[in-house]
């Protein structure tokens, strides 16, 4: 979509957003849906540029795919093991979909993924995992070419950290491998149990997910089952609402997220001074003054603070009394946002090899307007965020980034009073 976004913030805001389905969550379930025999169905998928492109990626790879209402259909066998250098180079879920294909079909060729820019991001632990379950990886220039001449096996892995994304792989290579693979030191985060509970319903035996060690008990030679399926809410989507009401001031309610999937986020902000009610599937954040600075945070894997939620809870914190850092222990480039943030006028300074943000509240003073640039995606948000409590017009460009996991920011926070809206270049129009 792109275009730019103008905002016009210190005003208040007040209302209810709905939560929409999360994009790490719907990504690992589109590339699942090569491992099923069957038609998948994805209820209420979010329109994203990522969803877009992975199912673009899926009828590269030879099956049907595309939308019905607000749902995401997902029919066909593959036959193509080859996916466009293009779409995959675009994105990082892209690496999600090397495994399934291998299963079915022996062979998967791709390329290095791409995506936002807030640090490395390697491949290694998928590959790993992979050749450990019997596949064998070559490079042909700027392609990976993933072969299994014997078919994939169970095994015993061990990854080096628990990422979430390969851990994704290992559940989906396993799932049609020959025999038991346990994986140990496995990531925790609600969107593995997700993709876990969606490969179990369609026929698939894994324990564990959500844990530190998952088993899970191939199939090989017997696709999976279709299934219709409804993602779980976006807990990132939910943090980026609460802390654009804790910006702005007001009342915001998040429904249809329930809170313990972002509570690192909620008890920051109750730390910093908002009013916090918890429902079973919703949150109401209230603020009205000025907020506080709450010392040291760090990010970490699941249960810690989201590495993607740290831009978005700094942005909520520039006008706070005192002092916060935040160290980022994921990424070393996730405060790209740190020049945005001065620029509207927050006191800020990015250390320890780009790790760390310290921010120097204004002590309840208004930042002002300024334009901005996305640099990546939850730094995109988090501009937008941070020009919520900026007096004057904002203008953010680079939205491209922002739209790979908004469902139409600009859209859910002019649901609750904000001044924002999207411009779109005149040949975008045509």
Same mark, same amino acid.
């Given at each position: 979509?792109?275009?730019?976004?103008?905002?016009?913030?210190?005003?208040?805001?007040?209302? !209810?957003?709905?939560?929409?389905?999360?994009?790490?969550?719907?990504?690992?379930?589109?590339?699942?849906?090569?491992?099923?025999?069957?038609?998948? /169905?994805?209820?209420?998928?979010?329109?994203?540029? @990522?969803?877009?492109?992975?199912?673009?990626? *899926?009828?590269?790879?030879?099956?049907?795919?595309?939308?019905?209402?607000?749902?995401?259909?997902?029919?066909?066998?593959?036959?193509?093991?080859? *996916?466009?250098?293009?779409?995959?180079?675009?994105?990082?879920?892209?690496?999600?979909?090397?495994?399934?294909?291998?299963?079915?079909?022996?062979?998967?060729? +791709?390329?290095?993924?791409?995506?936002?820019?807030?640090?490395?991001?390697?491949?290694?632990?998928?590959?790993?995992?992979?050749?450990?379950?019997?596949?064998?990886?070559?490079?042909?220039?700027? /392609?990976? =070419?993933? !072969?299994?001449?014997?078919?994939?096996?169970?095994?015993?892995?061990?990854?080096?950290?628990?990422?979430?994304?390969?851990? &994704? +792989?290992?559940?989906?290579?396993?799932?049609? %491998?020959?025999?038991?693979?346990?994986?140990?030191?496995?990531?925790?985060?609600?969107?593995?149990?997700?993709?876990?509970?969606?490969?179990?319903?369609?026929?698939?035996?894994?324990?564990?997910?959500?844990?530190? &060690?998952?088993?899970?008990?191939?199939?090989?030679?017997?696709?999976? /089952?279709?299934?219709?399926?409804?993602?779980?809410? @976006?807990?990132?989507?939910?943090? !980026?609402?609460?802390?654009?009401?804790?910006?702005? #001031?007001?009342?915001?309610?998040?429904?249809?997220?329930?809170?313990? $999937?972002?509570?690192?986020?909620?008890?920051?902000? &109750?730390?910093?001074?908002?009013?916090?009610?918890?429902?079973?599937?919703?949150?109401?954040?209230?603020?009205?003054?000025?907020?506080?600075?709450?010392?040291? $945070?760090? !990010?970490?894997?699941?249960?810690? *603070?989201?590495?993607?939620?740290?831009?978005?809870?700094?942005?909520?914190?520039?006008?706070? #009394?005192?002092?916060?850092?935040?160290? @980022?222990?994921?990424?070393?480039?996730?405060?790209?946002?740190?020049?945005?943030?001065?620029?509207?006028?927050?006191?800020?300074?990015?250390?320890?090899?780009? #790790?760390?943000?310290?921010? &120097?509240?204004?002590?309840?003073?208004?930042?002002?307007?300024?334009?901005?640039?996305?640099?990546?995606?939850?730094?995109?948000?988090?501009?937008?965020?941070?020009?919520?409590?900026?007096?004057?017009?904002?203008? =953010? +460009?680079?939205?491209?980034?922002?739209?790979?996991?908004?469902?139409?920011?600009? %859209?859910?926070?002019?649901?609750?009073?904000?001044?924002?809206? /999207?411009?779109?270049?005149?040949?975008?129009?045509?």
């Amino acid at each position: 979509m792109g275009g730019m976004i103008k905002v016009r913030g210190a005003r208040p805001l007040y209302g !209810t957003v709905r939560v929409p389905a999360a994009k790490n969550s719907v990504l690992p379930l589109l590339a699942a849906s090569l491992l099923c025999g069957g038609p998948v /169905r994805l209820r209420g998928a979010p329109r994203l540029s @990522d969803v877009e492109g992975c199912l673009a990626l *899926l009828r590269a790879a030879g099956c049907a795919a595309g939308w019905d209402g607000g749902d995401v259909v997902v029919s066909g066998q593959p036959s193509c093991c080859r *996916l466009p250098g293009g779409e995959a180079g675009r994105m990082r879920a892209s690496v999600l979909f090397a495994a399934p294909l291998l299963a079915r079909l022996g062979r998967a060729e +791709t390329v290095l993924p791409g995506g936002c820019r807030i640090g490395s991001r390697p491949v290694d632990w998928h590959l790993a995992a992979l050749e450990a379950m019997g596949a064998e990886a070559a490079f042909a220039g700027q /392609r990976l =070419i993933l !072969t299994a001449p014997a078919g994939l096996h169970g095994a015993a892995v061990r990854l080096p950290g628990p990422s979430v994304g390969a851990t &994704e +792989t290992v559940l989906l290579a396993g799932c049609a %491998a020959r025999g038991r693979t346990v994986l140990q030191n496995a990531a925790k985060e609600p969107e593995i149990a997700d993709l876990a509970r969606f490969l179990n319903g369609c026929g698939a035996a894994i324990r564990g997910a959500g844990s530190g &060690e998952i088993v899970i008990e191939g199939r090989a030679g017997r696709p999976l /089952r279709g299934a219709s399926y409804a993602p779980m809410p @976006d807990r990132i989507c939910a943090s !980026t609402l609460v802390c654009a009401a804790a910006a702005a #001031r007001g009342c915001v309610t998040a429904a249809g997220c329930a809170p313990g $999937l972002y509570a690192p986020v909620l008890d920051i902000l &109750e730390q910093a001074g908002c009013r916090v009610l918890r429902g079973a599937d919703s949150v109401t954040i209230g603020c009205a003054g000025p907020l506080r600075g709450v010392g040291r $945070l760090v !990010t970490g894997g699941y249960p810690a *603070l989201a590495t993607d939620a740290a831009p978005l809870v700094a942005a909520a914190l520039l006008t706070a #009394r005192g002092q916060t850092v935040i160290e @980022d222990r994921v990424f070393e480039a996730r405060f790209g946002c740190a020049g945005g943030f001065a620029a509207l006028g927050a006191h800020v300074r990015v250390e320890a090899g780009g #790790r760390e943000l310290w921010i &120097e509240g204004t002590g309840g003073g208004a930042l002002r307007g300024a334009a901005l640039a996305a640099g990546d995606l939850r730094g995109g948000a988090a501009l937008a965020v941070a020009a919520l409590a900026a007096e004057g017009e904002s203008r =953010i +460009t680079g939205c491209g980034y922002i739209d790979r996991g908004y469902p139409g920011l600009e %859209a859910m926070l002019a649901a609750v009073g904000a001044q924002i809206c /999207r411009e779109m270049p005149p040949q975008a129009l045509d």
